[in-house]
């Protein structure tokens, strides 16, 4: 079993920046796949970005690349989201999900991720 917990949800204004941090613990030796997703009120849950452990590889939605930042300190079973420039739409509750395998092209969908954290808000006002 894998657990994540969720912290540095807040409320920003538009064009500020906020970091999320996700921690690990648990049998964490065979995830080699993180991720973030983001459900607004109302919509669906989509993939925000996703960070493949062994090649150091990341992925990111259209929306926020550029924007966004994904990184790992696998020292400490942490994975982060660095988010900049932020805007209304990102408004939403992020969580972090934790994965075995699964191949590339589905890094941002969430129906192939096991492990996932009970989320923290991010809200954004204009």
């Known amino acids: 079993q894998v657990h994540l917990v969720e912290s540095g949800g807040g409320s920003v204004q538009a064009g500020g920046s906020l970091r999320l941090v996700c921690t690990a613990s648990?049998?964490?030796?065979?995830?080699?796949?993180l991720a973030w997703f983001r459900q607004a009120p109302g919509k669906a849950r989509e993939g925000v970005a996703a960070?493949?452990?062994?090649?150091?590889?990341?992925y990111y939605a259209h929306s926020v690349r550029g924007r966004f930042t994904i990184s790992q300190d696998d020292a400490k079973n942490t994975l982060y989201l660095e988010m900049n420039n932020l805007e209304p739409d990102d408004t939403g509750a992020y969580s972090c999900?934790?994965?075995?395998?699964?191949?590339?092209?589905?890094?941002?969908?969430?129906?192939?991720?096991?492990?996932w954290g009970q989320g923290t808000q991010v809200t954004v006002s204009s």
């Open positions: 648990g049998d964490t030796s065979n995830i080699f796949w």
């Open positions: 999900a934790a994965e075995p395998a699964l191949a590339p092209g589905d890094a941002l969908r969430e129906t192939y991720y096991t492990y």
């Open positions: 960070f493949y452990t062994l090649g150091k590889k990341t």
